[in-house]
């Protein structure tokens, strides 16, 4: 079965650093998400992203992240400037577009660690 | 605002005994509804989900839910647990009219022997 694939699945980073976690999403999805899952807490709707734009964010998603499809195949969620506070758990999402009530199939998520 | 409630953060059931984790939610319309389960160090695996077709759905593993309109539910249950069931539980919820799914806080369901 087709899966949503996310590297790398650790990632420790200075705070202050540039850090860049990546996706694939199931190939023929055109819906594609971030959410975050900080340690002990719920997980937590970033951004949405539709024929190459921003659907829908959260106030999580301010001017520090972005996101990006490079590719026909990549997803990127970048954030310029980490800080302490973004250590969670990145989940990246997809889902198709022939049916609106089709469920997002996530990936395995990267744990982001900002020292 | 809608919102998602998970009723216990960690539920011990004995192995072949009943499951039932709750979920509740607030909407002014009808939401959709899903279930997601989390294995340790791994991501959000779909358990089901209701769509307005069927108030009880079942899904993967032998877990089903049913939506309860009137008392704004959607628990999950399975009949017998299974030691493989030991994992966390989500219940989500997404809106007509947005594509975000709000999750509530998790349920970690541990199963004994």
């Known amino acids: 079965e087709p899966e949503v694939t996310q590297t790398p699945s650790h990632q420790v980073t200075q705070m202050g650093q540039e850090v860049i976690l990546r996706c694939v999403p199931i190939?023929?999805?055109?819906?594609f998400y971030w959410y975050r899952q900080i340690l002990g807490q719920k997980v937590e709707f970033l951004v949405s992203?539709?024929?190459?734009?921003?659907?829908?964010k959260s106030e999580i998603f301010d001017d520090q992240f972005s996101v990006e499809r490079p590719d026909g195949s990549n997803f990127t969620l970048k954030i310029r400037s980490t800080k302490l506070e973004d250590s969670a758990m990145y989940f990246c999402?997809?889902?198709?577009?022939?049916?609106?009530?089709?469920?997002?199939?996530f990936g395995d998520g990267t744990r982001l660690s900002i020292l | 605002a809608q919102s998602v409630t998970q009723l216990g953060s960690h539920v011990s059931v004995s192995e072949g005994a009943l499951v039932l984790l709750r979920c509740n939610y607030s909407?002014?319309?009808?939401?959709?509804l899903f279930w997601y389960v989390q294995y340790p160090n791994q991501g959000l695996q779909l358990l089901l989900k209701?769509?307005?077709?069927?108030?009880l759905v079942k899904g993967i593993n032998g877990f089903e839910a049913e939506f309860k309109k009137s008392e704004t539910s959607f628990h999950l249950t399975k009949p017998s647990a299974h030691m493989s069931d030991a994992a966390e539980y989500f219940c989500?919820?997404?809106?007509?009219?947005?594509?975000?799914?709000?999750f509530g806080t998790g349920t970690r369901l541990k199963v004994l022997a």
């Open positions: 999402a997809s889902r198709g577009i022939r049916d609106r009530n089709q469920p997002q199939h």
């Open positions: 190939s023929n999805h055109l819906y």
């Open positions: 992203f539709y024929n190459n734009e921003i659907s829908e």
């Open positions: 909407s002014s319309v009808p939401p959709y």
């Open positions: 209701y769509t307005s077709a069927a108030t």
């Open positions: 989500a919820v997404r809106l007509s009219g947005t594509y975000k799914y709000i």
